[in-house]
Each structure stands twice: as structure tokens, then as C-alpha cells.
């Protein structure tokens, strides 16, 4: 992993309620560098000179009034026209929770929904957990988040909020980004893909590729569209983009029960599309996510099955000790149960790894996320528009 963008502490403080600079309509961050770029030239007849200057100060500094940019000094009646047509304002920050093993927090979207993302710090490196909508639809039932159902998917902006957030209001160096947050990317994937787009670039914030993992609970279309792209290198292309697929159970009769996106893509139809997906390099992987739940999943028997599934993938599995939701009929393995199935694997030939557990307590874990609270009321009331 390349070492990590410092976190520029002389940027201006920015965050929920201080004014940026930018305060029309239209909020920037949905735009990546070609279409902030081709926006100038529409509205105002200017270029990459002033746009690209506009897209490094924002993203590397987090730095965004037009008019204290010296590219923009010459022509004052320009930046003040900038102003009044992009906004650039971050989600009020609603709530934080956490311990020092990782710490979600709560973004207040402007419709008074919530995103939630979560700073997990590994050994060199500090990761963000991101969400790609309010909800989910797809109703796997050891997960908090199908429990609050679908609101809606969150647009590229509010996407790439949940980075600068953490980057440059909390100060935390994000190298690492996961879309394992709440709801499923494939399903909301042409504003991931943008954000993505904008997460990466190397003008702005430049998180690799390769640092980005998109995990899906194995919706064939949308990982057969992924495919198509990931032919292609960055930065027009996706292909040095992580995958990880929830995969979680061993044959469909314990897949469908778990997790219903199964009675609409099988096994089978899942692992064709796995077959046609291009990896890039001789040592990336298809990472198999893997929750471990006592009594469901966790079997000798299971172990070879998974094994003989992936036999002919190039698959890392990820076993995960379950993290139970609130009011979960599952239970999580104990450590011998969840050693036994990793000697299980290996001794069946499929490389794997057990994946250390972080903020269970604070229900900031891999599917814990949600808030049912924001189901049971109608739709909240908007937030006053800035101005
Ligand atoms: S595990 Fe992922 S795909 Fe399944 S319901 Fe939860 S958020 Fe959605």
C-alpha cells in the first residue's frame, strides 16, 4: 500500500455550517475532473485551467472559494459567477459511536435521511467503510440494515461526502476505502462507479484503485457490468477496482434461506459471472466474503462444499464471525469454531482468512449498520436548503 496523502492541517476549517465559498444550487462534488471541467465550459466559457484548479483545491485541501485561488485572481467576476452556481457543503455530522477499534458516524443528508460510514484503523493504515444508499433492499436476514428496508440510494456527492467527512473535518488519513456499508452498490451502480471515479483520481484525492474494494452480495447483472469495465485500466476503466462477494453459505438451500437475492441468481449463475470477471494481475483475487454463523454455515461439510465451489476461482475467502444485528435468531461461532473452519478451507485446498472483528460493540461492525428508527417514521423532514 502506497503511504498515505497527509491530511493538510493548514486548510481552512471546513465542515457542517462554515460557509465554503461555493454556495449555489449545484453541489460539486457529484462532478469528476472531465465533467467539472466540461460544466465550466458550458456555463462559463472557461476550461481545465480554472476547473482543474478548482477540483485539486477542494479535494487536496479541502480548500474550495474560487476567489482565493491565484488562477482565478485575474478575473474576479468569474469566481464570484462559481460561486453562485456550485455549492460545496458537507452533511451535518448527527452522530458518532465507537471505541478505538473503529467508530461509525452518522451523516444528516439533506433530506433529513442519514448515511453511515465507519473509520476502521489497521495496522498502517486507517480504512472507511462507506454506504452507497439509506437502507436495502436486498433483505439478507442476519443484517441490521435489512431490517430498516430500502429508502434510497444515495447520489455520487453524497458518496464521496463520507470521505471528505472523514479526511478532512474528522482528520483522519483514509487510504482505504469499502463499499461494505449500508446497501448494495450494484443496485445504485452508476453513482458508485462516478464516486469511484472521483475517490481515485489523482488530481484530487487519489485513493487508488487498488485500495477501493466494491463488495456485493452477488447481484449477477450488475457484477456482469462491472466485468465489461473492468476491462479497461483506470482512469477510464476499472480495472485494478476490488471486488468481494458475499457469498456466506455453502449450497443454494442454505443461501436462499439467508439471503434472497439467491432465489433470483443461483449459485451457478453467480459463479458464471464470477468466471467472466477480468482480474487484472497474476495476484489479485475475487475476495468471498464469508459469515460465519454458528450452526448455520459452519460445518466440516460446509468447509469442503465452499471449497469445491470455488475450485476453479481465483478466490481469497474472508471468514467473518458473525456481528449479530439487534433481535438476531443467529449466533456468532466461538474462536475454536471459527479456527476449526479455517483449517477446514485450507485443508480443502481454498486459501482464506479470517477477518479480525471490529466495533461490534458499538453496532459499527460488518452489518451492523442501520437505523430502524428512520423506517418507522415517515419520510423525515427536509433540511433547510443552504444558502
Ligand atoms: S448484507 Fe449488504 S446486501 Fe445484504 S441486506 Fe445487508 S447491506 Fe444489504
Given at each position: ?29 457529484r462532478y469528476d475532473y472531465d465533467g467539472l471541467t466540461a460544466e465550466f465550459d458550458r456555463r462559463f466559457g472557461k476550461g481545465e485551467y480554472h476547473a ?336
Amino acid at each position: 500500500m502506497r503511504s498515505p496523502d497527509p491530511v493538510d492541517a493548514s486548510a481552512p476549517s471546513i465542515g457542517p455550517g462554515v460557509p465554503s465559498g461555493l454556495i449555489g444550487p449545484d453541489d460539486i462534488l457529484r462532478y469528476d475532473y472531465d465533467g467539472l471541467t466540461a460544466e465550466f465550459d458550458r456555463r462559463f466559457g472557461k476550461g481545465e485551467y480554472h476547473a482543474g484548479a478548482l477540483f485539486r483545491s477542494l479535494y487536496r485541501r479541502g480548500a474550495s472559494d474560487p476567489g482565493a485561488l491565484p488562477e482565478f485572481s485575474a478575473n474576479p467576476s468569474l469566481a464570484q459567477s462559481v460561486r453562485g452556481a456550485f455549492r460545496y457543503s458537507l452533511p451535518e455530522i448527527a452522530g458518532r459511536v465507537g471505541d478505538e477499534t473503529a467508530y461509525k458516524f452518522l451523516l444528516r443528508l439533506r433530506d433529513g435521511y442519514e448515511s453511515e460510514s465507519v473509520v476502521i484503523p489497521m495496522r498502517q493504515y486507517k480504512s472507511l467503510c462507506i454506504s452507497s444508499q439509506v437502507g436495502c433492499k436486498m433483505g439478507c436476514t442476519f443484517c441490521e440494515t435489512a431490517q430498516m428496508g430500502y429508502l434510497r440510494s444515495l447520489d455520487a456527492g453524497e458518496i464521496v461526502a463520507q470521505v471528505m467527512v472523514a479526511r478532512h473535518v474528522l482528520k483522519e488519513p483514509i487510504q482505504n476505502v469499502v463499499f461494505m456499508g449500508m446497501g448494495e452498490p450494484m443496485d445504485n451502480l452508476d453513482n458508485v462507479l462516478q464516486a469511484i471515479r472521483i475517490l481515485s483520481d489523482q488530481r484530487g484525492l487519489n485513493i487508488a484503485q487498488s485500495a477501493i474494494t466494491l463488495s456485493t452480495v452477488g447481484h449477477v447483472d450488475g457484477i456482469n457490468k462491472l466485468a465489461a469495465l473492468a476491462k479497461n485500466p483506470p482512469p477510464h476503466g476499472f480495472s485494478r477496482l476490488r471486488l468481494a462477494v458475499s457469498l456466506n453459505a455453502p449450497n443454494d438451500e442454505i443461501r436462499s434461506r439467508i439471503m434472497p437475492v439467491n432465489r433470483q441468481w443461483k449459485l451457478a449463475d453467480l459463479k458464471e459471472a464470477l468466471r467472466g470477471y477480468p482480474l487484472a494481475h497474476k495476484d489479485d483475487f475475487l475476495f468471498m466474503e464469508y459469515v460465519l454463523l454458528a450452526g448455520v454455515n459452519d460445518s466440516r461439510e460446509h468447509a469442503i462444499e465452499v471449497a469445491e465451489y470455488l475450485r476453479d476461482l481465483r478466490a481469497c475467502v474472508n471468514l467473518i464471525p458473525y456481528n449479530p444485528r439487534l433481535e438476531s435468531p443467529f449466533g456468532r461461532p466461538d474462536k475454536e469454531g471459527v479456527a476449526h473452519f479455517y483449517r477446514w478451507l485450507m485443508e480443502a485446498g481454498q486459501y482464506c482468512r479470517i477477518r479480525g472483528t471490529k466495533g461490534k460493540d458499538a453496532m459499527a461492525a460488518c452489518g451492523q449498520l442501520g437505523n430502524r428508527a428512520l423506517k418507522r417514521t415517515a419520510r423525515p423532514a427536509a433540511m433547510a436548503p443552504a444558502s
